[in-house]
């Protein structure tokens, strides 16, 4: 079959399904319309019946026999004069005769006993609810088809009805399909003639138009030919019309330059990509068939230690080399087809990095290879802080609750121990030498204890931007005095970028303070302490450095710890103190030390412009109670 063969056919198909489609919802339309409308007839009629019934003048029953403090007789009473009320029976035996769909209709009390029906024979009896009308409203078109067309059924449309504010039976109307048949049919027959007429039109119609306006599809299929094999016919002047056609053909002849544009597209693309690749974390590298690169993300840049258009367009070996470990197992990797799944070993700047190596295949032959590298360090760590939260939480809940259980026996205690004093009025000086020295140690454990409780319960930080080196200008400032007594020269390197963090300054600067005062403290013959400050990807690093005599290999785990120091004066409260800070902060603390030659601290903090969630100017955050964990 001939392609325009084929066109002209699935047009026509479409434009009969589409009027077929409408046709369809006319039908469907105009049976939902009637009805609807034997729905709101059958309401309107209700509303009449009910409307007399409520307006009927119901005579004094006090004056006649009935005893109206009997509540049945009454209602009896009521029904008798609906039953005989002349405009009620008149609109019940009117209805059926008016309204042809209309079947019966009937009030009945609350028993379902009719007071009044159309069929008189049934007044006075039980008259069962029948399935209501609104189902066959709220079918689809095809249930609403089957309901009226299959055995003849009656439905009911109903209304309560009240009296004196009460309710005291309802009003019902019953539509029998086999009437309700009767007055759709002639319309029903009408559409569907009137649509089989429209779909045969469009029918014809479609053929000889799609026909007409597909002449021209042979020659245009013959450009679109040879412009694929290269060969594009010049545009004739009988072919610059302003037509359909003439418009196609001139397309089809500047071909060539839309194929060159495209290839300036594919180069756009290209760049999309290589930004995409600049964002990622994980080194990636992309090689083709033969082992040229042909994509790299930024991050391969750490890793390699070379810039990325270093390794564009070169080829596995030129990249790599035998010499580490990490270049072996990647030349084994392509020399042997085999694909390496998560080998972690040591890259050229002596980080841990895990490589995987997955080979690209099309049809079951090789097309490429995509290399990827990934930070196992970073992973560890995170890996590591993840867990420390987890117990600095614990922690934190243990040891709120052991407080709180703590403080209520040492008030107890020093209550009773006031009272002890008190009764003893004439006490020996040695007696009450002792009960001071156990009122001052209870104090002292109560402190104690406090401590513990401030230490681990939420703060409310009010989180500023501020350059991190003006921060640390202040630190210094406020440390000069201990740094002159203690004859330490402090150092500053702390550049000249800016260097936005959000923190809360007094919080942060009290965290910063004790790392500076802990350094001096290791220096008790002087020294230099260094405090510098750079930025390290997105992340703020502040460094201070002491030529103090380090700290030992067995206290290194401990230096976190709430009330761990070696010193005599000292408190043990200081590091952990800046450790909690720096978690509050979303940053992190490490030291590097050797014994005889001093300590640096190293405090890491996100920039203002990495923080999710934070605006520039004030912002006020809820820090979660955190304690260190012990060793």
Known sequence: MRRKTQIVLAITFLVAALVSSFSYIYISYILRQRIAYARDTANSLNSQLRYLADNAVVPDLSSTRVDVNNPVKVRRAISEYLATNLDLNTLVESVVGDWPMIYDAAIV??????????NGELVEKIVPERPDFQIVQDAKFREQLRLIY???AVYEVSMPLKLNGQSFGSIRLGI????????????LQHAVIFSSISILLSLLLAAGLSHLALGPLEQISRRLDNVTAGEADPVTEKETRRDEYGVVTQKIAHLGRQMRDAREIFSALKDNVDQIMGNLQDGLMLFTRDSGVVLVSASVERFLGRPRRELLGHKVDEIFSRDSSLGAIVLDGFELRHAIVQREVESSNTKRVQVSLDFIQERGSPIGALLTLHDAESERSLHDEIEISRQMSASGRTTRGVAHEVKNPINAIVLHLQLLQSKLRQIDPDTRRHMDIIGNEIHR??????????????????????????????????????????????????????LAVKVDIDVMKLAVLNVVLNGMQAMPEGGTLTISARRDEDS?????????????HELQEKIFELYFTTKKA???????????????????????????????FRLRLPMADMRAGFNSGNARAIAPSLTVPNS
């Open 570 to 600: 000292g408190s043990g409260i200081g590091l952990a103190q800046t450790y909690q800070a720096l978690q509050w902060h979303d940053g992190s603390i490490d030291f590097e030390t050797v014994e005889g030659e001093g300590t640096t």
């Open 445 to 498: 454990l109560d402190r104690v204890v406090q401590i513990l409780v401030d230490f681990t319960r939420p703060r409310d930080l009010h989180l500023e931007e501020i350059d991190l080196r003006r921060l640390l200008e202040d630190v210094i400032m406020q440390a000069t005095p201990d740094a002159e007594h203690n004859g330490v020269n402090v150092k500053r390197a702390l550049g000249s970028e800016p």
């Open 109 to 118: 009390d609350s028993d379902n006993k009719a007071i009044l029906h159309s």
């Open 176 to 187: 029998h399909t086999a009437f309700l048949r009767r007055e759709i049919t002639p319309r």
């Open 540 to 552: 703020v690093v502040a460094e201070i450095r002491d030529q103090g005599v380090g700290i030992a």
């Open 150 to 152: 299959n055995p003849p």
